[in-house]
């Protein structure tokens, strides 16, 4: 918590002296130390979301309302302009990283899971999202524009959003192949930090 406070006053101060702050929070892991520390936070006390699902659908519901409103604003790029002097970038890691921590906590101990086949490939995805979250940026935005120019126009938000999951998942067989080739080797070399004890 005291990291917390002070990776908020260390953007505050910069902020200050260069008079932005966007590309710091965005772009870098130090800018969003705050989002491992909550997430961090959150598994510690987990167990006060634990079944809260009108808390955490609550929280849900006040986060998309703040992102609406922040991109009413002008959002990432036009808040007025890129990069953004808007102070609201010294708070929005730990914005995001309390609601992504909230929301993680609560799915991740308020629910039953089966084996089914639904469950293995959203586990799938789990598994290639790391791959396909390293390499969406060589692909979102020639995609997008090739499909606005040759198929449909996606600044109709309802037509991007049905169009979404088909790229998605046209994603996962190159997540599948950089997760098995490239991930997987180095995930062999992990060390082990955490062990069980079993009681003698």
Avoid at 76 to 85: L, Q, R
Avoid at 136 to 157: A, K, Q, T
Avoid at 176 to 190: D, G, N, T
Wanted: glycine share 4%; net charge positive.
């Amino acid at each position: 918590i005291i990291l917390l406070a002070a990776a908020v006053l260390i953007r505050a101060i910069l902020y200050q002296g260069k008079g932005e702050i966007q590309t710091l929070s965005y772009w870098t892991i130090v800018g969003r130390i705050d989002q491992f520390l909550l997430g961090m936070i959150a598994y510690k006390f987990r167990s006060l979301i634990t079944g809260r699902h009108v808390v955490a659908v609550c929280s849900l519901v006040i986060f998309a309302i703040f992102y609406w409103y922040f991109d009413s604003q002008g959002g990432f790029y036009k808040n007025p302009s890129y990069p953004s002097p808007s102070a609201i970038w010294i708070f929005m890691p730990t914005i995001e990283g309390l609601a992504y921590a909230l929301m993680i906590a609560w799915y991740d101990s308020s629910f039953v899971y089966s084996n089914s086949k639904f469950s293995r490939f959203f586990a799938l995805i789990g598994t290639y999202s790391y791959s396909i979250y390293l390499l969406h940026y060589f692909v979102v935005f020639r995609v997008s524009r090739e499909i606005s120019n040759n198929l449909i126009d996606l600044s109709n938000i309802y037509l991007a959003l049905l169009v979404a999951p088909i790229c998605f998942l046209l994603m996962m067989p190159i997540g599948h192949v950089s997760y098995r080739f490239i991930e997987s080797p180095f995930l062999k070399l992990r060390t082990r930090y955490v062990y069980s004890y079993e009681k003698s």
